[in-house]
């Protein structure tokens, strides 16, 4: 009896919150404040935020999905590399089809109207904790 008493608190100590066992991995400070500033940028006045497969709506029918990210080779902010790399992304333009754009690609034209993709979170960090990595998300303003 003892034993199963035991092996139950050992079970629930481990639990989380989140349904998972064991404790979470911290992130480390310079990954959180960047974040931080990430998802400030995605709340930017006239930016509309989208993570992949849902719509970032520009008003007066332009709207753009996110649907993939093809190359992100990004260097990471604490790593020095020999060039900065970039971030490649296919997305949906409602009413016009799939194109490719990049986080360099600056204002995009289409019927529709311009847009540009002005922010994106994750950071490129070397150091991101196993599974701690959160979803993409792109901010996006008509151009």
């Known amino acids: 009896m003892r034993a199963i ?13 989140d349904g998972g066992l064991g404790p979470q991995t911290p992130l480390p400070h310079h990954i959180q404040m960047d ?3 990430r998802a400030e940028a995605l709340r930017a006045r006239g930016v509309v935020a989208a993570g992949i497969n849902e719509t ?3 008003g007066d029918g332009l709207r753009i999905r996110p649907l993939e990210v093809l190359e992100d080779s990004r260097c990471p902010q604490n790593a020095r590399c020999v060039w900065a ?3 490649r992304l296919r997305v949906n333009v409602e009413g016009v089809g799939e ?5 360099d690609a600056g204002v995009i034209q289409t019927p529709r109207g311009a847009f540009e993709l002005v922010a994106i979170s994750p950071g ?7 599974g701690a990595k959160p979803p993409y998300r792109f901010g996006f303003r008509r151009g």
Do not use: K, M, V, Y
């Open 35 to 37: 974040l931080a500033q």
């Open 99 to 103: 194109r490719e754009i990049a986080d």
């Open 56 to 58: 970032a709506d520009l």
């Open 85 to 87: 790399g970039r971030l």
């Open 124 to 130: 490129p960090w070397i150091d991101w904790p196993e």
């Open 5 to 17: 008493l035991f092996a139950a608190f050992a079970l629930a100590a481990c639990a989380t919150n």
